[in-house]
């Protein structure tokens, strides 16, 4: 569809969500002068508190509001202290010892307020409660904790405790390569142990989860479902008041919605525009159009519990019927590479030695033949709600492969549903095939090979939506994850990616370039390429 109707019938749209958009710009602004920034988001998050996200829209729809001991500068570079000003790790990477940073207060809250800034206590609390099914609140709100599992963590830890209100030892049972930048994941937020004990005191233990406080630079101000996450600035923050005095998430699934909004100034700064209208931000003086390429992958993956996806030349046949060159073309408007391995070429560890697939229709029914089905088979492809950095288009991409497996007789019928239940279907194993796809959050390969195709991570409810677990495969993951020196480190992965070659859970479909957009008059935002939307140091200027 031509860009000018595209974004017409957005506007058309658009126009049922304005009042509403109004009114929340009216709830927003208190004083006259007060500069509150809207960001138009591209989902609901599953969840207000980091610990229970496994997306990247539920963790940033928490970021501005919690720190973590360590992070990555913005631009996503090196690690740099966060809520602990120094740390040491032992010879054999076994123990590493973290000092606070002193006076940093957290948030209050209705009939809270805190007695006594961040220490020891609250970061014991905040991984403990993740840890121990035995903690008070580990089965409040139903936590799962996946992504905290996910990455091995509860197997990892061996003690946490408190040397000094000041200084945290944290010991772990192996050495672990990757544990600092896993630290500085979002869902290892610290969370206030006295607010914890007043909420629980109050027969309110939910409300750690639903009304939650940091020591972030944003205090939550409400969430709505579907409409917005509102958030004020925090005027005690430790590291300087912000700039902007109110933050909004409007949340809009529908990107063309979401730029007719950005074009009214409705809102500021948008997620993922559809990578057809590029040429219409670029064309607008009043916006700013910002790219890079993504440290992400999107994907098919096939449910290996199920059958005949059991079978590898099932698999490999339905990559061979693929063209994903044209659902690049078609989907991703050619911002996008074709993708072979499950981690982006970016990455250190990437093998570019694994041979790309080509669209062979007759070697994918001879696969089919050997499988025992010649005739090929029916079944479901779930597609993406809403869009995504890796999958602009869900919707199109299954479209796109429904068509190119009717030509070796495989019959798929499409399905979706919304995105926290789609999420929760591909977790729980329901689904025979899915698209999803990953942003890394930590920059570390293990982030990808580990988390999303380890054997940890097959279990109902994990990130391993193939739920593929691969004994020879999962060894090489592992003994990486416990190396320190990084030749060997790639060596294993780059051994891990070749039986990924060879076995195909899933269809890597492609590494995408990755589009945000915002108004000319926003200023220090930068796109980052760990996925995160980060508000801190963001202003307006009239």
């Given at each position: 569809?031509p860009?000018?109707?595209?974004?017409?019938?957005?506007?058309?749209?658009a126009?049922?969500?304005?009042a509403?958009?109004?009114a929340l710009?009216?709830?927003?602004?208190?004083?006259?002068?007060?500069k509150?920034l809207?960001?138009?988001?591209?989902?609901?998050?599953e969840?207000?508190n980091?610990?229970?996200?496994?997306?990247?829209?539920?963790?940033?729809a928490a970021?501005?509001?919690?720190?973590?001991?360590?992070?990555?500068?913005p631009g996503?570079?090196a690690?740099?202290p966060?809520l602990?000003q120094?740390?040491?790790v032992s010879?054999d990477?076994?123990?590493?010892?973290?000092r606070l940073?002193?006076d940093?207060?957290?948030?209050?809250?209705?009939?809270?307020t805190?007695?006594?800034p961040?220490?020891?206590?609250d970061?014991?609390f905040?991984?403990e409660r993740?840890?121990?099914v035995?903690?008070?609140?580990h089965?409040?709100?139903?936590?799962?904790y996946d992504?905290?599992?996910d990455?091995?963590l509860?197997?990892?830890?061996e003690?946490?405790?408190?040397?000094?209100?000041?200084?945290?030892?944290?010991?772990?049972?192996?050495?672990?390569?990757?544990f600092?930048?896993?630290?500085?994941?979002?869902?290892?937020?610290?969370?206030?142990?006295?607010y914890?004990a007043?909420?629980l005191?109050?027969?309110?233990?939910?409300?750690?989860?639903?009304r939650?406080?940091g020591?972030?630079?944003?205090v939550?101000v409400?969430?709505?479902?579907d409409v917005?996450v509102?958030?004020?600035?925090f005027?005690?923050?430790w590291d300087?008041r912000?700039?902007i005095?109110?933050?909004?998430f409007?949340?809009?699934?529908?990107?063309?919605v979401?730029?007719?909004?950005l074009?009214?100034?409705?809102?500021h700064?948008?997620?993922?525009?559809?990578?057809?209208?590029?040429a219409?931000?670029?064309?607008?003086?009043?916006?700013?159009?910002?790219?890079?390429e993504?440290?992400?992958v999107g994907y098919?993956?096939?449910?290996?519990l199920m059958?005949?996806?059991?079978?590898?030349?099932v698999?490999r046949?339905?990559g061979?019927?693929?063209?994903?060159?044209?659902?690049?073309?078609?989907?991703?408007g050619?911002?996008?590479?074709?993708?072979t391995?499950?981690?982006?070429?970016?990455m250190?560890?990437y093998d570019d030695?694994?041979?790309a697939?080509?669209?062979d229709?007759?070697?994918a029914?001879?696969?089919?033949?050997?499988?025992g089905?010649?005739?090929?088979?029916?079944?479901?492809?779930w597609?993406?709600?809403?869009?995504?950095?890796?999958?602009?288009?869900?919707?199109?991409?299954?479209?796109m492969i429904?068509?190119?497996?009717?030509?070796?007789?495989i019959?798929?019928?499409?399905?979706?549903?919304?995105?926290d239940d789609?999420?929760?279907?591909?977790?729980?194993?329901?689904?025979?095939?899915a698209?999803f796809?990953?942003t890394?959050?930590?920059?570390?390969p293990?982030n990808?090979l580990?988390?999303?195709l380890?054997?940890?991570?097959?279990?109902p409810?994990g990130?391993?939506v193939a739920k593929?677990?691969d004994a020879?495969?999962?060894?090489l993951?592992?003994?990486?994850r416990?190396?320190f020196?990084?030749g060997e480190r790639?060596?294993?992965?780059?051994?891990?990616?070749?039986?990924?070659?060879?076995?195909?859970p899933?269809?890597?479909?492609?590494h995408s370039?990755?589009f945000?957009?915002?108004?000319?008059?926003?200023t220090g935002?930068?796109m980052?390429?760990?996925g995160?939307?980060?508000?801190?140091g963001?202003?307006l200027v009239q």
């Amino acid at each position: 569809m031509p860009a000018p109707l595209r974004l017409a019938r957005a506007a058309a749209v658009a126009l049922l969500a304005r009042a509403a958009a109004v009114a929340l710009l009216a709830l927003a602004a208190s004083p006259a002068a007060a500069k509150t920034l809207v960001f138009c988001s591209e989902g609901n998050p599953e969840a207000l508190n980091p610990q229970l996200a496994t997306t990247t829209t539920g963790m940033n729809a928490a970021r501005p509001m919690f720190d973590t001991l360590v992070a990555f500068e913005p631009g996503g570079g090196a690690l740099v202290p966060g809520l602990a000003q120094s740390w040491e790790v032992s010879p054999d990477g076994r123990d590493y010892v973290f000092r606070l940073r002193p006076d940093v207060p957290f948030h209050a809250r209705g009939d809270f307020t805190p007695s006594r800034p961040m220490n020891a206590q609250d970061v014991l609390f905040s991984l403990e409660r993740q840890w121990k099914v035995d903690h008070p609140f580990h089965a409040v709100s139903g936590g799962r904790y996946d992504y905290f599992r996910d990455n091995g963590l509860d197997a990892l830890l061996e003690s946490i405790e408190a040397l000094d209100p000041m200084t945290v030892r944290i010991r772990l049972r192996r050495p672990h390569a990757p544990f600092l930048a896993t630290l500085a994941d979002p869902f290892n937020a610290v969370h206030s142990a006295q607010y914890a004990a007043h909420v629980l005191a109050a027969g309110r233990p939910e409300d750690l989860d639903a009304r939650p406080i940091g020591t972030g630079p944003f205090v939550l101000v409400d969430y709505r479902e579907d409409v917005a996450v509102r958030y004020r600035a925090f005027d005690g923050y430790w590291d300087g008041r912000q700039p902007i005095d109110q933050l909004v998430f409007s949340i809009t699934p529908n990107p063309t919605v979401r730029l007719a909004k950005l074009r009214a100034g409705e809102c500021h700064v948008m997620a993922f525009p559809d990578p057809n209208d590029v040429a219409t931000i670029e064309a607008d003086p009043a916006l700013v159009l910002m790219r890079q390429e993504g440290l992400n992958v999107g994907y098919m993956a096939m449910n290996v519990l199920m059958e005949p996806f059991d079978d590898p030349r099932v698999r490999r046949a339905i990559g061979r019927a693929i063209d994903r060159e044209a659902i690049i073309a078609a989907a991703y408007g050619g911002a996008g590479r074709v993708a072979t391995n499950p981690i982006p070429p970016t990455m250190w560890a990437y093998d570019d030695t694994v041979p790309a697939d080509p669209v062979d229709v007759d070697a994918a029914q001879r696969l089919l033949e050997q499988a025992g089905l010649p005739d090929g088979f029916e079944t479901e492809l779930w597609y993406m709600p809403v869009s995504r950095p890796y999958a602009p288009d869900g919707k199109r991409i299954a479209e796109m492969i429904q068509a190119d497996l009717a030509k070796v007789g495989i019959r798929l019928e499409l399905r979706t549903a919304a995105w926290d239940d789609y999420r929760l279907a591909l977790q729980s194993g329901e689904a025979p095939m899915a698209l999803f796809g990953w942003t890394g959050d930590n920059g570390d390969p293990d982030n990808f090979l580990y988390v999303l195709l380890g054997c940890t991570a097959a279990r109902p409810g994990g990130n391993n939506v193939a739920k593929w677990c691969d004994a020879d495969y999962d060894s090489l993951v592992v003994r990486a994850r416990e190396a320190f020196d990084q030749g060997e480190r790639a060596t294993l992965y780059r051994r891990a990616q070749q039986i990924f070659a060879r076995e195909r859970p899933w269809v890597p479909i492609a590494h995408s370039v990755v589009f945000m957009a915002r108004r000319a008059e926003v200023t220090g935002f930068v796109m980052d390429p760990l996925g995160r939307h980060l508000f801190k140091g963001v202003d307006l200027v009239q």
